[in-house]
């Protein structure tokens, strides 16, 4: 890190910054520039409380310079992260990208394996849909619970298509991954640590999206969480930020991918449902979440979205996905991917 | 909630809508306009999930009238609600407005007692201090754990300050109530679902802080969950939100004290540590909170922010506190408060 | 519009508001629902002040119905809008997308002769470059002016490209109209209306970027000032928004594309080297703009980026252009779209 | 400044950046460390288009480590300027708080009037009021022009007020200027750098509305753009920023009063009425902002609100103005102020 003082900082002012420095167990090396003078700290410390140094007498700020994670950067493993999904293997992260569809919520047996169908019919690789749902109001559809993992578990042994679903607490990590092939992280619980080490104790692959207000430096420190706690399968997942813009529930930033890339190695899925929460944008941003290089796409898509239990207004209909995937393909294959 | 119909809606699609809202269990009344129909629903259905009528043909949008929260609202209890906390039995909400401070984390028996003297010298009311941290880095400081809350209950004993500190999964809520007289949950916690219920299943006061990229419904329904759960005892915390600016680590939005006044009866307190995450604007946004009208601030504090284990960018030393003090009494009596 | 009461508001209340509606040569419509009044208010004012009515004792908040902006609209042109640029007549708004590059500044003749070949070379049909600069420091390089539009004019003489430029004040209309093909509105004019009306009284299309806050309907409430001016030829452009993001200068939010096509007739056209403010982003960003729909991408290209006088972070070269044009071709194709 | 280069760069990459620095005018300090090469560039030249050499390989980030203004810097002038406003010669940024109100738009003789007395009775030090109108809609009211301008001086004479009008074009800053007693440049036109120019070459005070998502720097740039044409009288407006908040028009972040006094000399403002948006909120905003260390407060007050010709939403009455002047003064005195 790099500490700059505030002009006029006496000789003292300095030396206790130095003092601190080494106490931290980083080396000094002082610069005096014409305005200010900054003091580069050298050596490996990533886990210091730097931000502590800011409160030192005309200290003017804290340049960082080092990212904070360590695991999930290019600086340890430099070539691309691919994961295996499901029962047929599936390697998101690999030359074809993997597009995940289903329903907001399991709400019945028909409507899922109507769903799980059509998703595998259209060419879809992943059927998500949530058991457990964290709901803003308390009021609301809170899942089937181990039920909805049954009728999961019944639509990939007809489809083959790998299972992802969220896991909202620590205590149904073990029985979510019983049934589950991907476990979700929803964005609310991006920050959630004790849930990131739980899920970093099982070996099933982990879907993290992205807080709706994360810095990518948050979003890969929990990334980072779940593979210092033993789990190296993370997928990271975009899905909108939040932002003064109200024509969409959330602004999709798909400048994300290249940010992403070249930052980590783990693979790189985009959420347009969440992304954008309007059924009629889902299309738009599909296709342009590919073009930008996306490894995975995970839609809403609802049998029936006019009375979906929840996120309706950003499911497309099966035969909508279907059509998405036709249009899908071909640019998949303009930028040398294919689907 | 009303539903909004694009231009040129022709009749049947009018109806189709009409027939979803009698299926909600809502009546209608259509009204025919220049330009557009717009259909209000009438009746108290807050649960239905009204987004999924965006997806009839024609609809433009739709505009929710009601709150989603019910119990947190003015609608059902409109007298301020006032909370006792802690030994002395001080009740945040009541004309006494209530100064918390403290370290981020408790670190040792020295600092802790160091600190909370001096609190509760400069009249300061409750001590906060984190035993189990929340860190955004799986390399940082994670708490000292149970030690931590013996060491606060130590405090509480020898100074009369109610112990405030923050419970960061549903494992620890009975640890923590067992020591703590409120139980904060964090910003990165604010919808964790299964938490707030947990939180809600005891009787200890819960100081539920607004995540930083929350909108007021989703604020209020968290604190609903709480409420719903069987806990009342709910003291809402401002402590900054996420947006572009960068002189401070978030931007603190002291109107939300009067949009809170109009919609909850909840009390409200402020925190201008996290709020700016700079220790010299502390002071400048605790006196506005004050004059805007907080029942209630939060404040960091620690005998050695330079060497603090975490936040010491933000917090003050009990020095600074005890001035700031000293300028918050006139302004809390120049707006018919106290301190 | 729609006015909600709060719940509890007396009959005198609401008839005060009625009375309100009535002077404002509106209709009402009253609607007793269970917890409030909703008073419905039908005509086409869309200039009424409706924000005032807030103001009236009880009065909870007011919903548009309408959007404020008309001429801009789908409900009074339902086709897309094509504009034609440029020597060649080039079609925006039609079935090819139409690729727009140059340097941030016009600097040289050696500089824009070299940008302006390669562009037209790699498939490009208009030139971008700026003669007057507004420059966020008084102490920035501020453009040619006058021998800069001449160095522009010379390059369409040579290559047959639309020349695009900007004009930062009412005093450099006419000088620019005389010159460019297409005037372009910066991000930070979008609401100067002295110069909206300016441009609306010339004939020259004008491209009008979206400032980095604007919402859209104040984006197409200034495109509405320009046509109301007289000038129909307004081609939209999307350049960011300014978010809590770090790592790119701008978010570059695409679901605009979707959005704004719901909304208006114009041409559509995506600038990725503001829209990210980083060159490695500007292919990605390209490509996904394709993809989601764009009639336009508008990029910036200097020969020499290290030594750019303004904006070299998010300059490609006239390499990387060239190869990012091999690339959008198979793209644009994909979505029945061609270059 | 400092450029951080990513891990791995080669010794000629480094070297090509060192040769950058040397063409630039800077002198280079390369430091070694760990897993990185950092490059301090020594000298003062703030107009370097650093940014550009983001561009060279291998180059991770530029850090800018001096202010990119100056003559409103703390660097330059370490004590307050205060400015002497108005026929009775007001001193703002001295120890009394200046408390300015008016309505949004000046609408006839009569409510102006009424104003003007009733701001002068509370104890208001000046009037505020709009003869041109930047309005986001073509077709809302546009301003009455000179004859407001007049009206305006007549309260002066009637009043002794101060009287502050908004200039929204180069063309009107001569007749503006002739009138009123400080221009006001809107949030809108903060980053107009021909208007800036112009109000910086007559003598009359400027307040200087902060754009609704500039950043400090861009804020401090635009006040060095007035001084730097010749005009050092600049007042610093603070009117609220743009968020994902929905329960105001805008954030208000009084933080911005701590941050820039850290940064300039110059007197700052506060205008709760845009920076809320909501009427009800304007008295508690008012009251913090002078909490916070406002050198004024500037308000929206208009006799009949909502009748109000322009933002009838956030304006108040005389009463209610009056009200509020007999709650500021103790919140004031409270902070070593007056009014």
Known sequence: MIVVMRPGAAPEQIQHVVDLVHEFGLKDHVIYGTDRTVIACLGDKRMVEKDAIENAPMVEKIVPILAPYKMASLEVKREKTTIAIGPEGFRIGDVKVGVIAGPCAVESREQLLETALAVKAAG??????????????????????????????????????????????????????????????????????????????????????????????????????????????????????????TYVRNTLPLAVIPALRERTHLPIVIDPSHGTGRAQMVPAMSLAAVAAGADGVILECHPNPERAASDGAQSITPQSFSDLMGRLRPVAQAVDRDL
Do not use: W
């Open 124 to 245: 879809g690789i992943g059927l998500r849909g949530g058991a457990f749902k964290p709901r803003t109001s308390p009021y609301a559809f809170q899942g089937m619970g181990r039920e909805g993992l049954e009728l999961l578990a019944e639509a990939r042994e007809q489809t083959g298509l790998a299972i992802v679903t969220e896991v909202i607490g620590t205590e149904q990590v073990k029985l979510c991954a019983d049934y589950a092939d991907v476990l979700q992280i929803g964005a609310r619980n991006m920050q959630h640590y004790p849930l990131l080490e739980a899920v970093g104790k099982v070996t099933t692959p982990v879907l993290l999206k992205r807080g709706m207000s994360a810095s990518l430096d948050e979003f890969l420190l929990a990334a980072e969480y779940i593979i210092n706690a033993g789990n190296p399968n993370v997928i990271l997942c975009e899905r909108g930020i939040r932002t003064f813009e």
